[in-house]
């Protein structure tokens, strides 16, 4: 907020595309937090970028499974929720962001996991 006001954060992307992001990480976040959790969302703009954030209460995801969570075909472990589907939801949100010029992070906060989508921010117009 900005003066009582939400401040707008500006970003070019393909609407579709993104649209298909957010609803992968949003999808994911829901299905693995328990129906008493949170998932929050959040956008805020940084210096020259815009951070796009989904965190959940999953619990967090095994250290040694971050760096491998948007490979394709990566399912997670036994130690989350079992996983559905052929694992390639995460992949999709890492190509569609990098296409975009952008990068996909994963780290463990308190109690679940944050994904945050980094993207340039559009140019002042």
Not at 25 to 48: C, F, K, M, S, Y
Not at 62 to 75: K, S, Y
Request: with cysteine; glycine share 14%; aromatic share 2%.
């Amino acid at each position: 907020l900005v003066g009582g006001r939400v401040e707008a954060v500006p970003v070019e992307v393909d609407g579709k595309e993104m649209t298909r992001v957010l609803a992968n990480l949003l999808v994911n976040a829901i299905h693995r937090t328990p129906a008493d959790g949170t998932v929050a969302v959040a956008a805020e703009r940084r210096a020259d970028c815009v951070v796009l954030s989904v965190t959940d209460g999953c619990g967090g995801i095994p250290a040694e499974d971050l760096p491998r969570v948007f490979d394709t075909g990566w399912r997670g472990t036994q130690a989350r929720t079992p996983p559905a589907g052929a694992g390639l939801g995460l992949a999709i949100v890492r190509g569609i962001v990098e296409a975009h010029e952008g990068r996909a992070e994963v780290r463990n906060v308190t109690g679940g996991c944050r994904f945050e989508v980094t993207l340039p921010a559009a140019a002042a117009g």
